[in-house]
């Protein structure tokens, strides 16, 4: 590249040098107390032309709480469906001894107890914890 004015663009600014001691404020660039702020200052930031509208989070602790609680739930559920199918597949194809399929069985409906209990002591329906992802569909299959 060429500080040559002649090859810049009309209007564009003119060349700035960035040296390593203008990055690291005269320290080494391994010390962890340096600073490696590069950016511009705020007034030679350009503006947006379009400045963004923000989101505001809903920060309540009690809604922090009963959504965590969703998302956490949620999950689960989805490892319990997909541990349940994998036990009727292999009931299916015989892999099982009986006692397997006896302790897989108590275990799936012991899971399955507990959350409902989870979501009643949150409020949670069953299908409040079916995420909906958009163009894909819902997260759980609906039985």
Do not use: C, I
């Amino acid at each position: 590249m060429t500080d040559d004015p002649r090859h810049r663009a009309p209007g564009a600014p003119d060349p700035v040098t960035v040296t390593d001691a203008d990055l690291f404020e005269g320290r080494s660039p391994l010390d962890p107390e340096a600073s490696f702020d590069a950016r511009p200052e705020p007034a030679a930031r350009p503006a947006e032309p379009h400045p963004k509208p923000r989101r505001r989070l809903d920060l309540e602790p009690d809604t922090v709480e009963r959504d965590l609680v969703k998302l956490v739930l949620t999950v689960v559920e989805l490892l319990r469906q997909l541990m349940e199918r994998q036990a009727v597949r292999r009931f299916d194809e015989g892999d099982l001894t009986e006692e397997q399929e006896e302790r897989v069985g108590l275990t799936l409906m012991l899971l399955e107890d507990r959350m409902a209990e989870l979501r009643n002591r949150y409020g949670l329906r069953p299908e409040d914890l079916n995420l909906d992802l958009g163009p894909l569909g819902p997260l759980l299959p609906r039985d």
